[in-house]
């Protein structure tokens, strides 16, 4: 192939490079809302970490071991003149990630990182406040057997802060209520998932959960072709065609389709959530999840950079490229970087989420069939959420799936953070999704106002938090409040990204395939 020194990796869940400025201005109310106020009564819910579980007892960790340790064995270099010189384009994780293993190998990467900050997806920065901002709301799964590994070798699994074994659910008939999905210690998978839905009686009758189990029966006998077969048909199409009850779909596959792609039931593939679903069932440990204890550019960043440049690589910001420049044969000449540098080095991968590989592909390549496959490809919208509190809202200590027409997932990161505890006020982190026509969304949310989403998400959390959210003229959402609610917004942060994932719509995994 003539494009034999050029490694694409397709990141599709990676955030366009454009779509947002890490110290661009965000609308903050006064800088006084971390002061402790004198009579704010605390909260009692106590943080607590549970022990890492045995995420290591599984065939894919073992595999991604395996995988890692080739790079310090079979892989690694002999001699100097087998070592490579790689040029990296992305600091995002998967840029952060790859440089990693090829120093491992002894290879000298070197990572081009547009932005001031790296991280990509999971960047994070520092508002005028000192308050950080996350691009996202991140959970670590059990069934995250490469993340888990990498920990391990990095040394910092310390740093994630394990919750219970459960899922939690906001009750859409019960305002200000939850619902529990709860995991059995020591009962294996795929029972454990079983047990904690007929344990569960708020979500489902038991006549719906048994309609519930026969469709999923062909996946976990027949694995991946099953799933694979399945992307013709949208999640609400694949539930009418196994006779699945309507109500499986506003309890539960809503939550998981906006929790997985920030997008509505009848606009996803079947397949992103079976193979979700299966790893999960197949995985004792798979569903139970952990917090970071800081943010993530100190806690997980900064230690896989810190390896890099021990082991001879180099990690660079503020480094953008304008162009890959080809030889006449299709192969790489250069890269070009905006300041005019030119970078030449043996190898070259692309790290770059998929709209700007769009946008990068050299004229030479746009033809190709492999390159043709990402004009398939496009990426949805979200909307990340920071909001602080004067007074302590009713909390949980983990991640709670919103059932909101407007919110997919949020968490009280002063209750489940430790570098964000206030025993006083409460931070909300909030994915805002769908937020476009093209994620099943009514309103084109990505093209608001920050006050609006905000009004909007208030009104939102003045139905989940019905005695908690007061009645403030600066929210018109919140009009209907009664006197009991008494929590008001001290400030906010709204990041956009107007390409995140890409859009998992049906027929659209077999069409890349």
């Known amino acids: 192939m003539i494009v034999r020194n050029f490694a694409v990796s397709a990141l599709l869940a990676a955030a366009s490079v454009g779509a ?11 800088s006084t809302y971390s002061q402790r106020s004198a009579g704010v009564s605390r909260s009692t819910l106590v943080m607590r ?51 990693k293993y090829l120093t491992d190998a002894g290879h000298e990467p070197t990572v081009y990182e547009a932005r001031d900050v790296l991280g990509g997806k999971v960047s994070a920065w520092q508002d005028e406040d000192g308050d950080w901002i996350e691009t996202g709301l991140h959970i670590f799964f059990g069934a995250y057997p490469n993340v888990m590994n990498m920990f391990a070798e990095l040394g910092i699994h310390d740093r994630l802060q394990w919750k219970i074994h459960q899922m939690i659910f906001a009750m859409q008939e019960l305002p200000g209520e939850f619902t529990t999905f709860d995991f059995i210690p020591g009962i294996p998978a795929p029972f454990n998932f079983g047990l904690a839905i007929l344990m569960n009686q708020k979500m489902l009758t038991l ?55 920030f997008i509505d039931p009848d606009k996803l593939s079947m397949t992103v959530v079976l193979t979700a679903m299966n790893r999960f069932l ?86 190709m069939p492999y390159f043709r496959q990402l004009d398939e490809l496009e990426g949805i919208p979200v909307i990340n959420l920071h909001m602080w509190f004067d ?89 209907e409040q009664g006197p009991a609610g008494t929590a008001k917004l001290l400030k906010y942060a709204v990041v956009k990204v107007p390409r995140s994932v890409y859009a998992a719509i049906p027929g659209e995994l077999s069409s890349l395939s």
């Open 49 to 99: 970490d549970f022990p890492k579980p045995n995420v290591e007892d599984t065939d894919n960790y073992r595999f991604a071991t395996e995988q890692s340790a080739q790079f310090k064995s079979t892989l690694r270099v002999k001699n100097d003149s087998q070592k490579k010189s790689v040029a990296i384009i992305g600091g995002g994780l998967s840029g952060l990630a790859c440089a």
């Open 207 to 261: 006549g719906e959960k048994i309609q519930t189990a026969p469709p999923l029966i062909p996946m976990l006998i027949e694995g991946q072709p099953f799933i694979d077969a399945q992307d013709e048909l949208s999640v609400t199409e694949f539930m009418r065609k196994y006779g699945m009850p309507e109500r499986i779909n506003e309890e539960v596959f809503i939550a998981m389709a906006k929790a997985l792609d």
């Open 391 to 479: 007074k302590k809202l009713k909390a949980v200590d983990h991640l709670c799936f919103s059932r909101s027409p407007l919110l997919s997932v949020y968490a009280d990161m002063s209750v489940t953070c430790k570098e964000y505890e206030d025993p006083d006020k409460s931070m909300l982190e909030l994915v805002f999704a769908p937020c476009s026509p093209l994620a099943g969304g009514n309103v084109n949310w990505i093209s608001k106002s920050d006050e609006e989403i905000i009004d909007a998400t208030m009104g939102e959390l003045a139905r989940l938090f019905p005695t908690e959210i007061a009645n403030d003229p600066k929210w018109p959402a919140t009009c």
């Open 20 to 30: 947002f400025q890490p110290h661009a201005p965000l609308v903050s109310r006064p």
């Open 282 to 367: 197949n995985e004792s440990n798979g569903l139970q999840m952990a917090f970071l204890d800081g943010n993530q550019s100190d806690r997980v960043c900064k230690p896989m950079t810190d390896h890099i440049e021990k082991n001879g690589g180099k990690v660079l910001v503020n480094s953008p490229i304008k162009e890959i420049v080809t030889n006449e044969d299709g192969s790489v000449k250069h890269l070009l970087l905006r300041s005019g540098e030119e970078i030449v080095a043996d190898e070259y991968v692309s790290a770059m989420p998929v709209d700007i590989v769009k946008r990068m592909t050299p004229k030479r390549w746009q033809n």
